[in-house]
């Protein structure tokens, strides 16, 4: 996996509804999350509805990043996970015959998560869940990713 201060790899891949996305492209208008994950893992499950509550926020900063999820499923099974999970982020198709952008950043485990800024270097870089990570990152999104008296793990592997 990709470290923390390294140089974010450029990739170009189609979202969803097949329209191309460049992570260049999108840096130029500012910071960007990058977060990978697969359908069938219970710890992508378990977080993605959380980084939703990151985009849910009316918070609107200049340095806010977007969020853009990376699937490594195809565009129908990726739908309705997103539909049974109430995920309504933009997500791209990484092509599960080559994983290009899965390897360029060197994906282990999933969900692995990247916050490239603008000049294109990873602030921050995880694979998993880990609570104080997604609070740093509700930080950066100016949001909650958890509720008041909501019992969430510190920890949960990918």
């Not at 509805?49 to 490594?72: G, H, K, M, N, Y």
Request: aromatic fraction near 10%; proline fraction near 8%.
């Amino acid at each position: 996996m990709i470290q923390t201060g390294a140089i974010a790899p450029d990739f170009e891949l189609s979202d969803l509804d097949g329209r191309r996305w460049r992570l260049k492209d999108s840096l130029a208008r500012g910071p960007v999350l990058l977060a990978f994950f697969k359908i069938s893992c219970p710890t992508c499950q378990f977080t993605f509805p959380f980084l939703q509550r990151l985009i849910d926020s009316e918070s609107t900063t200049p340095d806010r990043p977007r969020l853009v999820a990376i699937t490594q499923d195809d565009a129908a099974a990726t739908r309705q996970f997103e539909e049974k999970f109430g995920v309504s982020m933009p997500t791209l198709v990484d092509d599960p015959r080559t994983y290009a952008a899965s390897n360029a950043y060197r994906i282990t485990h999933v969900p692995s998560l990247f916050l490239v800024e603008m000049d294109g270097k990873i602030s921050q870089a995880f694979d998993g869940f880990g609570k104080a990570e997604i609070e740093k990152l509700g930080e950066r999104f100016h949001a909650a990713p958890f509720r008041a008296g909501e019992r969430v793990p510190e920890q949960r592997p990918g």
